[in-house]
């Protein structure tokens, strides 16, 4: 008998998409999950994309043979290298490998798998961070600790909170770290508090596992966005990036990610690469093809890898004017509460403020569907619309 069979709650965040989907109403504002839209409220397919599909359809050799259990090689490397950087020399002394995963998920929970397996430690996560995370470790059968990383009283982040849980977590604890536009919060580490995190990581033996979800996103600039990683490499660090393509190339549904792993020196590399295979034989086997073809063929175009970046600067830049538009209507309504965070906060998202309730209550008068965190998907605003969800914030924070 199914003894333990009970009914599990829906995803938040994709019953939050459903029940906006459900919703007849045409003034509805999709704010929930984290997918570009473009001006006109539509998915955005990067012209980059579909030009990268055009030479893969024309290309008389392209097939759909297996790849090897660590997925297409040479987008697995491309991949590495963009968040490592061309000249990675971790890369030179062949301490790093890449394995393909299903998006960023995938790669998150092929991650948390190792470890469990070979280094297991408590996790420390962000609170809030993106929803999937704990339930992704635990599914792992790691510890998971979360630490507040957002300080609501001055809307940053809650700084000597994570040098606290750096100071006092067992040693040897494994750290997840947003590489940028921390999702939900939109607040990255400075340069400096990066340094301060990293030193006391080392001294204490912490292992990151940087989650890299939206590199493009935070500065418009792939190589800053890869800085917090690149410098952890630098400082001698062993870690692990889980990165996913689904927001900086549009690739949602395609499923496209690598798991990268640097290591102290070959030999361990090179074992590290066997257990991410046996790992991925025993779940899924090989990652899907489509998704990785199509950045492969992006990343080893000059071309093309600029005009992918051209075509990031687009979703960026109007995802900043967004920021603007809101900003400028609640100063215009005098809206009571400080806003300038809407403006300062970095990547896909804005951390409102907004509480449980007030998000209920936007939602049931005015159609708006944010998280119930008060997350708003910045790319869902658009000239359409951005006025009226200033006005749904206003009315909330009034009544
Ligand atoms: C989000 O945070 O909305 C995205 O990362 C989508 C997801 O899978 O939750």
């Not at 929930?32 to 055009?54: C, F, H, N």
């Not at 033996?205 to 690149?230: E, H, I, K, M, T």
């Not at 990610?257 to 090989?286: M, P, W």
Request: glycine share 6%; with cysteine; charged share 20%.
């Amino acid at each position: 008998t199914w003894t333990d069979l009970t009914q599990q709650p829906e995803d938040p965040i994709f019953k939050l998409l459903n029940e906006c989907i459900a919703d007849s109403d045409p003034s509805k504002i999709n704010l929930s999950i984290g997918a570009y839209r473009d001006e006109t409220g539509k998915p955005w397919v990067l012209p980059v994309v579909q030009k990268a599909k055009q030479i893969l359809l024309s290309d008389p050799a392209s097939n759909h043979e297996y790849f090897g259990l660590d997925g297409n090689r040479s987008f697995t490397e491309a991949s590495a290298r963009l968040i490592l950087g061309q000249d990675s020399a971790a890369m030179k002394d062949k301490r790093v490998t890449h394995i393909q995963a299903v998006s960023g998920t995938g790669a998150v929970r092929l991650g948390a798998d190792f470890l469990a397996k070979f280094r297991p430690g408590t996790v420390y996560i962000t609170n809030p961070t993106w929803g999937n995370h704990p339930k992704i470790f635990a599914a792992s059968h790691l510890k998971v600790v979360e630490y507040n990383y957002w300080d609501g009283k001055t809307r940053t982040i809650a700084y000597d909170t994570l040098l606290d849980n750096l100071n006092t977590a067992p040693v040897g604890s494994i750290f997840v770290l947003h590489a940028c536009a921390h999702n939900p919060t939109g607040l990255d580490p400075t340069h400096d508090q990066w340094k301060q995190i990293a030193s006391i990581m080392k001294e204490r033996q912490l292992f990151p596992f940087f989650d890299c979800a939206y590199q493009g996103f935070a500065s418009g600039d792939l190589d800053r966005d890869a800085w917090a990683v690149r410098y952890f490499v630098e400082q001698g660090f062993e870690l692990l990036v889980a990165q996913s393509f689904s927001k900086n190339f549009g690739l949602y549904s395609e499923r496209t990610g690598c798991l990268t792993g640097v290591f102290a020196d070959k030999e361990t590399t090179v074992k590290a690469h066997s257990q991410f295979c046996a790992l991925v034989r025993c779940s899924i086997s090989n990652a899907p093809g489509f998704g990785a073809k199509i950045v492969d063929i992006v990343l080893k175009d000059a071309a093309l890898t600029k005009e992918w970046k051209e075509n990031l600067k687009t979703m960026a830049n109007r995802i900043t004017l967004m920021r603007e538009k809101l900003f400028e209507h609640l100063k215009k309504m005098e809206t009571p509460g400080i806003w300038t965070h809407i403006t300062s906060q970095i990547g896909m998202f804005s951390y409102t403020g907004l509480t449980l309730a007030q998000v209920a209550a936007i939602k049931s008068k005015f159609h708006v569907y944010m998280t119930d965190e008060g997350r708003v998907s910045m790319a869902g605003l658009n000239e359409s619309n951005v006025k009226q969800f200033a006005e749904a914030v206003d009315w909330v924070v009034r009544n």
